[in-house]
């Protein structure tokens, strides 16, 4: 049978290089796709060039883009402006991730060739195999399309095992942090992640994490990060904590990198929920962690505003978890989600008086502002507010360094994703 020449150019900017990083990895899994050519752009300019020129090597160049909601409008923008200046017939530009996956005909709308809906890792094998042998990609499980103005969908793609696939592109030195634990049982519902990973955990087994680490220290990586909803989750299938399995995976993870290279857990970019801090959890990862500070997901001081968007915790867990953090020698930054939908002022106040104390304690203060996200059950709710009152608290804590956040961002960037919503 005959093989095609397939090229693949990767979107390579700041939004969606962790989840390229594992996609690029993915070709690696399958024998027949080693050897595809791979490019990284990483503006604009750079990836018209790329396409231009691997158009001329290939009979079929795919191009890849992965990116969240809030980043919609900025690649739409991108690809108009990439399809001016490198519109080649044989070019095909895939989106893929969680906006993609939630919005497929608002995606394909933009001007984007095919939709990945669903896990990116065996959409993307498949695809290219399909491409290779010259049939149909449109078929391929978890592609959707535009025919005639009609949305065509092939599925979902399926929920992947994360030990059949790398978490970095080791053949393309892309390494980010390793995706140990993907789904979320809690299903918080401002959250996309439990809606398009599903609301349960899978996690990579403590040898696969040990196998890639031995990669990256190979490949003389300093830094170690971690990438999980939540991270006291790993190892469970419950809301309970199996700190033997993290303890596990920490200590086979630093007898790989020893005492020169730095581990970081349960902070950037992944967080801990308040009520699964204690003690006994904290001195654990302070054997073997190099990170000074946490991040504790509170989100709001008002427990009607917890129980409603659904969190699974109470406003005293988020108290307890700032003091315990700070007695265990960590600085916690504590998530704060403001404007979530049905917050009256009193709920309002409720998060910046509650802000005002944890700061008091010595927490710093991380400000978000509610973005209706496709994909959530929020999805249809108006964009996060902010009242003067509230901002002012905000600014204060800010001026003392006890604040931090790009909420101010995040109020146009709600308010743009309302009006897409209204759109559909």
Excluded at 122 to 144: P, T
Aim: proline residues 4%; glycine residues 8%; positive net charge.
């Amino acid at each position: 049978m005959a093989i095609h020449p397939v090229s693949l150019v990767f979107n390579y900017q700041q939004t969606g290089k962790y989840a390229l990083n594992v996609i690029a990895g993915s070709i690696m899994t399958r024998r027949n796709l080693r050897g595809t050519p791979v490019c990284f752009s990483k503006n604009r300019d750079e990836l018209a060039a790329h396409i231009a020129e691997a158009q001329q090597q290939s009979r079929m160049v795919i191009v890849g883009w992965s990116f969240y909601s809030p980043q919609f409008k900025k690649m739409a923008s991108d690809l108009a402006h990439i399809k001016q200046q490198a519109d080649f017939p044989n070019v095909i530009h895939l989106a893929g991730g969680v906006h993609a996956t939630a919005e497929p005909r608002q995606t394909l709308n933009a001007g984007f060739d095919l939709v990945a809906a669903g896990e990116g890792e065996q959409i993307l094998c498949d695809l290219l195999s399909a491409a290779m042998h010259g049939h149909d990609i449109k078929k391929v499980r978890g592609i959707a399309y535009l025919e005639n103005g009609e949305l065509k969908k092939n599925g979902k793609g399926e929920n992947v095992d994360l030990n059949d696939f790398p978490p970095c592109a080791s053949r393309f030195r892309k390494f980010g942090p390793i995706e140990i634990t993907r789904g979320c049982i809690y299903a918080c519902k401002f959250c996309q992640t439990p809606f398009v990973n599903k609301a349960r955990f899978r996690h990579r087994s403590i040898e696969n994490i040990a196998h890639y680490t031995r990669i990256m220290a190979a490949n003389g990586l300093r830094d170690y990060r971690f990438l999980t909803p939540t991270s006291l989750s790993y190892g469970s299938q419950d809301e309970t904590v199996n700190i033997d399995a993290i303890e596990c995976m920490l200590a086979a993870v630093r007898a790989i990198v020893g005492k020169q290279r730095r581990i970081f857990y349960g902070t950037f970019p992944s967080e801990i929920r308040p009520e699964h801090v204690t003690a006994k959890h904290l001195a654990v990862l302070k054997k073997y962690v190099d990170n000074d500070n946490i991040i504790i997901g509170g989100q709001s001081g008002s427990q009607n505003i917890l129980d409603s968007s659904r969190r699974g915790h109470d406003v005293e867990s988020i108290i307890d978890a700032v003091k315990i953090s700070i007695e265990a020698g960590f600085r916690p930054n504590v998530d704060f989600l403001y404007g979530l939908p049905g917050e009256t002022r009193q709920d309002a106040q409720l998060t910046s008086k509650l802000a005002s104390e944890l700061a008091g304690l010595g927490a710093r203060i991380h400000n978000h502002t509610f973005m209706p996200l496709p994909g959530t059950p929020f999805r249809h709710e108006k964009a996060g507010a902010i009242d003067k009152q509230t901002t002012q608290k905000i600014a204060e804590l800010t001026a003392k360094g006890l604040a931090y956040g790009k909420w101010k961002e995040q109020l146009k960037i709600a308010k743009e994703l309302e009006t897409l919503q209204r759109k559909q």
